[in-house]
């Protein structure tokens, strides 16, 4: 068995549009049998996948550089898999976390790739053709094994020396923070994927995060232990912004791809809210723009910029919720900030009435989602960062009136220059 091997990418000249696209565009951290790959994704059509663990009824912006991913190897000429961890959910998977996963019920785990399914369909074509992306669901398999069964085909093939070492395993450890044995068998039931997938659909590509490299490894070196087949692994660099912060999170929680979840206003914003830095970047990883084009946006200066974060917001908007849905909350958003007036596209919170009317102006920013506590609210408003109907309001004690609601109904909250919400007791 070739044991995997990586190597430096920036020195790395490939042959495959594949993996040229890739490395153009900032996708790769590291890559198991990069010659390989691409040879094989030189000579024809790599079908590759990536996992999905229905933890919640919708994915957030964290998982957007997986499914790019997916969205690259199409593009390439290749077939992508979306396979749904319906089985793999079930054990959650303890990489990099401090606690166990709260185990989920299978009616909830059911009821989560059904809400995720469907976003795929944005960055995807599926069907029945050579390249025509398809979606499985691992408990198909993985419900099927018997306990027994499972350790003998699978067990022999790993050591518990050789898990141990893998850090998404040593953190938890170092930190004295326990790992069930439940949990430990994740990395085998994804090792078992690879192998499933190799075999049914001749899938030779395992790509993901870098905090599944481990994960990754045990499925490659499985395959080509067990079936002497051919088996790669692919990762990307670890997200953040510029300033260090974990891509996706927010002071109101998680960025989600499901229009019920995030409106698309507030997707716009949170792409038109993107720091200086990332602009270039992010329009590599997350949107179709040319190459050229993006260099010409990195290079403006000063306010300039801001049109480059607009043209991030309407490109990734557009592909997730489409192109009239980007142009009404970037209109939206520029009636808001720009000339101070009400859209209809703006985010609505409705609150009950004796929540609004009477309360304090803190309370009513945190329940509207602009906070995460009273306190914050209040030290926002001392700032001058708090507004109400475009007005900066310093005392976060300040009452709101029924004076204060627009001939709509509604009132208008601000919390810094970007934040913005429209709220209607109801």
Sequence with gaps: MTEPTTQTVSETAFKSDFLRLMKARGYIHQITHPVELDEAAASGVVTGYIGFDATAPSLHVGHLIQIMLLRRLQQAG???????????????????????????????????????????????????????????????????????????????????????????????LDREQPLTFLEFNYMLMQATDFLELNRRYGCSLQMGGSDQWGNIINGVELTRKVDHKAAFGLTTPLLSTASGQKMGKTVGGAVWLNADALSPF???????????????????????????????????QGAEINDAKKALADATTSMLHGAEAAQAARAAAEAAFEKG?????????????????????????????????????????????????????NDGARLIEEADLNADGVLKLGAGKKKLVLVRPV
Aim: a negative charge; hydrophobic letters at 40%; aromatic letters at 10%.
């Design 341 to 393: 007036q009400l859209s209809a596209d703006l985010p609505t919170v409705e609150l009950p009435r004796d929540e609004v009317i009477g309360a304090m102006i803190a309370a009513v920013t945190t329940k509207a989602g602009l906070s995460s506590s009273n306190g914050e609210a209040r030290r926002l408003a001392q700032g001058g960062g708090l507004r109400l109907n475009d007005e900066v309001v």
């Design 78 to 172: 290749h077939k992508p898999i979306v396979l749904m961890g319906g089985g793999t959910t079930k054990v959650g998977d303890p990489s990099f976390k401090d606690t166990q996963r709260p185990l989920l019920t299978e009616e909830k785990i059911a009821e989560n790739i059904a809400g995720i399914k469907g976003v795929f369909e944005k960055f995807l074509t599926f069907g029945d053709g050579p390249t025509d992306a398809i979606m499985l669901d691992n408990d198909e398999w993985l419900s099927q094994l018997g306990y027994l069964q499972f350790l003998r085909d699978y067990g022999t093939h790993f050591t518990i020396n050789r898990m141990l070492s893998f850090d998404s395993v040593k953190l938890r």
């Design 266 to 300: 507030d997707y716009w914003q949170y792409w038109r809210n993107t720091e200086d830095g990332d602009v270039g970047r992010f329009m590599r990883l997350f949107t179709d723009l040319p190459l050229d084009q993006i260099e010409r946006y990195e290079a403006l």
